[in-house]
């Protein structure tokens, strides 16, 4: 895979993320408060940090 396929996949899928950041606490998680949101946001945005981690030091 090349460099500008990667680059634009892990671009593809910053966005993703971006969407899920937004979407889903507004249709799944309407009625969450407080912790719940919280937890949602924490363990995506934690997730995203390790994947981007693991990308860049295999970049």
Request: aromatic share 16%; hydrophobic share 60%.
């Amino acid at each position: 895979m090349g460099k500008a396929r990667k680059t634009l996949t892990y671009l593809i899928a910053g966005l993703a993320i971006i969407a899920l950041h937004y979407a889903l606490p507004y249709t799944a998680l309407s009625g969450g408060r407080g912790f719940e949101l919280y937890a949602f946001w924490a363990v995506l945005a934690s997730a995203w940090l390790a994947a981007t981690l693991a990308y860049l030091r295999r970049w």
